[in-house]
Each structure stands twice: as C-alpha cells, then as structure tokens.
C-alpha cells in the first residue's frame, strides 16, 4: 500500500541573512532615518529604546521587539536616560505571512526569549562572535561555520516568528498613533538633525543635503525644526558654526583660517555671518578677547 505524499505547507519562508549584530550603545546613540531592502527585527536586551517608523515614535522597553519591513523608513536613538543593549536580525523573505508583522511590537514570552537565546547562540558558535560595531557593514561570513548552522539559525527564527504570530495579539502592541507618539518621533527626529549638524560642523551642508538624509521634504522639516528649537535648521546651523568659530578665535586661531576651517565660501560671508549674530566682527572679537 502507497501512502500519498502530503507536502509541507510553509507559511513563512527565509531566503537569507543580511546581518546580524548585538549592539551595546549609550544613552546618547541615534543614527539617521534608513531604508533597507529586508526585514529588520530589533530586540532590546536591556534598556529602552526610542524607535522612529515612518514618522510615527514607539518606546521599545527591555524585552520587547519591533518589525521594520523591507524600505520602511525607521531610526532607533537612545533615550538619554539609559544605555541600551539591541539584537538586530536582518534577513530577506517574500512570504505573504510577514505582513503580520508590519507596525507591531511584542512583549516576549519565556519560549520566545528561549528561541532567541538558541539563536544568539548558533549565532555565536557560526560566527565566532556576533558583529558589535555599527560601522561594521561587511557581508556575515559562514565559511568556517559548521554545516548546519545557518539552516538551526533559520530553523530557530522561523519558529519564532510562527510563535509570534499565533500567539497574536496576546504578545503584540499595536503600534500607539497618540499624539504623544507623533510628538517622540518629531522631537527625535530634530535631534537627530541636530546631531547630523554638529557632527557636519566643519563642512558646507545645505538644507537640501540634510533633506535627503533624513528623507524630508524643506517645509515640512523647516516647520518640524521650528517648532522644536524656534528657528530653521540653516539658521541653527549657523549658530553652531559662530559658537565654534568663537571658540577658535578664542585660542588664537587667525580669522582667515577659522573661515577655512568652518567652511565659508569667504573671509567676507564669515565676517558678516559673525558680526551679524554677535554684533562686532571676528577681528575685533578677537582683540576684545586680548584685551
């Protein structure tokens, strides 16, 4: 007698990996709004995390997950209050079943930490040891990994997500539409733009350079940005150069090589730029400072 063969429905399917990382950050880490072609999932493994997706802000505690789906715009930045630690897991699928996820937080259970946990593991043991640097953007290499350890790693993330998803609504957060929530994503997406400044000080940076870095369009990040600090990014901008530009003449920095080094076009828009806001200009600041 022939048994008929019965194939294995499979609701969720994984092509591959596209990163793993265990990051430990400080209460000040941000990083720019991104776009990614794969699904992201994000665990926080201590502290709290702010996370920004498509405009709308969430608070991911410890123990919690959040879904990025593939070319969701999305930031994560630290609370300013705690240091955190995240595991991310990148990886590609096309299955239908992954819509479950978009715009959902979980509050892990004891077998959903324990399927992370056994991943982290193989992790470890196919890696040598979980990526840690957020520069680091090399391809995961599993040359030396033993033979069955990216199938365990699909394995143990495919029942995760299966588990997830029929424990349904019993572990997920719909994703808070307050308008607290919009609050959190515009005020941590100023300071991101505030910090993208500071660390551009001694470049030439537009308004539309900062537009396309954080995928905004001039009015409404002109508009985000006022209402926040009370003037528009350029303007910001601006002062933070003239506080440093102070700061450099101040340690006798010649005048010509602050405008240098702040990036002005002249020494002439530098001058006017300087007396404009303190109100005399850089070479008499500097001889007042003398004196």
């Keep these: 007698m022939d048994f008929e063969l019965q194939p294995i429905k499979r609701d969720i399917h994984?092509?591959?990996?596209?990163?793993i990382y265990y990051f430990e950050f400080g209460k000040d880490f941000s990083h720019p709004p991104q776009r990614n072609d794969f699904w992201e999932l994000m665990y926080v493994d201590s502290g709290e995390v702010n996370a920004i997706t498509e405009g709308m802000g969430q608070t991911i505690s410890q123990g919690q997950v959040i879904f990025n789906k593939p070319m969701e715009l999305h930031a994560h930045i630290s609370n300013k209050i705690v240091s955190n630690s995240m595991l991310v897991i990148s990886f590609t699928s096309k299955s239908d079943a992954m819509d479950?996820?978009?715009?959902?937080?979980?509050?892990?259970?004891?077998?959903?930490?324990?399927l992370l946990s056994l991943f982290m593991n193989e992790a470890t043991r196919a890696l040598g040891e979980i990526p840690h640097e957020y520069a680091n953007k090399n391809a995961l290499n599993f040359e030396n990994s033993p033979s069955d350890s990216c199938q365990l790693l699909e394995c143990y993330l495919i029942e995760l997500l299966l588990h997830l998803r029929r424990s349904g609504t019993d572990l997920a957060n719909e994703t808070n539409k307050s308008e607290a929530a919009r609050e959190l994503a515009q005020n941590s997406t100023v300071n991101l733009?505030?910090?993208?400044?500071?660390?551009?000080?001694?470049?030439?940076?537009?308004?539309?350079?900062?537009?396309?870095?954080?995928?905004?369009?001039?009015s409404k990040l002109s508009k985000l940005f006022c209402e926040y600090a009370g003037c528009g990014?350029?303007?910001?901008?601006?002062?933070?150069?003239?506080?440093?530009?102070?700061?450099?003449?101040?340690?006798?920095?010649?005048?010509?090589?602050?405008?240098?080094?702040?990036?002005?076009?002249?020494?002439?828009?530098?001058?006017?730029?300087?007396?404009?806001?303190?109100g005399i200009s850089p070479s008499e600041y500097k001889k007042k400072i003398k004196k």
């Design 233 to 278: 990014p350029m303007e910001y901008y601006s002062d933070l150069k003239i506080t440093e530009a102070k700061k450099l003449l101040r340690e006798d920095v010649s005048v010509s090589t602050v405008s240098d080094m702040l990036s002005y076009s002249t020494i002439h828009s530098f001058s006017r730029a300087f007396k404009k806001k303190i």
């Design 14 to 19: 994984i092509d591959g990996f596209n990163s």
């Design 193 to 218: 733009v505030i910090e993208y400044l500071k660390e551009n000080l001694y470049s030439d940076v537009s308004l539309a350079d900062i537009c396309k870095t954080f995928y905004m369009g001039k």
């Design 100 to 114: 479950f996820f978009e715009k959902k937080v979980f509050t892990l259970d004891k077998t959903s930490k324990t």
